[in-house]
């Protein structure tokens, strides 16, 4: 059964960081690009970061030079590290493994 369990949402400042976490179990972790996505109340859900099963990181415009992508496969975890964060990052952020969705973390962006 596969498993993907984010952590690491909350409350944060405008122009603070957060740093959100993903749990893999149930897949062959190695094989799978990761990514994250997240919806905003009463928009779609977007894109926002993905890392390739080799380690390469491409991210959507609107976060890139402030998101980070990282993962490591000994522990079949990938995180999402925030800076510099903006209202409009705001929304629940969902892990991703190709066909396979989290249940979403929360994250609050307060001006």
């Known amino acids: 059964q596969v498993q993907l369990v984010e952590s690491g949402g909350g409350l944060v400042q405008a122009g603070g960081s957060l740093r959100l976490s993903c749990a893999a179990s149930g897949i062959i972790f190695t094989v799978y690009n990761m990514g994250w996505y997240r919806q905003a109340p009463g928009k779609q859900r977007e894109w926002v970061a993905t890392i390739t099963n080799g380690g390469t990181p491409t991210y959507a415009d609107s976060v890139k030079g402030r998101f980070t992508i990282s993962r490591d496969n000994a522990k079949n975890t990938v995180d999402l590290q925030g800076n510099s964060l903006k209202p409009d990052d705001t929304g629940v952020y969902y892990c991703?493994?190709?066909?396979?969705w989290g249940q979403g973390t929360q994250v609050t962006v307060s001006s």
């Open positions: 991703n493994a190709e066909n396979h």
